[in-house]
């Protein structure tokens, strides 16, 4: 049985500070699965995320499929919002970064079999202009 966590953020501020602490309890290699509408947050979060781990320079993989992340924990985001399917996936290797570091996956619903069963879920909903609702569920 995993913990829920809902948090408001009103603020580009408040997201990056609801996602470096959610990064400060992480232990070990874990997958984030990061998802929401376009514009809801999702960098922003990440950025937050990888601020605890002293990185300051991310940029979405939209591109590139995957950046790499070298601070205080490897850190691999990932984009596979262009996917098609879960054997995409695999074709291109992604599950062996899973015990590489920190994996934070954006539109992860996209290859949701192929994310491992102890995984973090981050969903960002748009509620207003800056106001977004960011539901964490944590299995254990």
Not at 32 to 44: F, P, Q
Not at 75 to 87: A, K, M, N, T
């Amino acid at each position: 049985m995993g913990d829920r966590i809902e948090v408001i953020t009103k603020s580009e501020e408040e997201t990056l500070q609801v996602a470096y602490y959610l990064a400060s309890k992480i232990k070990g290699n874990k997958v984030i699965c990061l998802n929401g509408e376009l514009g809801a947050g999702k960098t922003v979060f990440v950025r937050g995320f990888c601020k605890f781990f002293n990185i300051d320079e991310i940029s979405s993989p939209t591109f590139t499929l995957v950046n790499e992340y070298n601070g205080d924990r490897p850190i691999f985001h990932f984009d596979v919002y262009r996917l098609s399917s879960e054997e995409e996936f695999y074709e291109i290797g992604g599950e062996e970064y899973f015990d590489k570091g920190i994996c934070i996956i954006e539109w992860s619903d996209v290859i949701k079999d192929a994310i491992p069963k102890n995984s973090i879920d981050v969903r960002i909903e748009k509620m207003e202009d800056n106001v977004r609702k960011v539901i964490m569920k944590i299995d254990e």
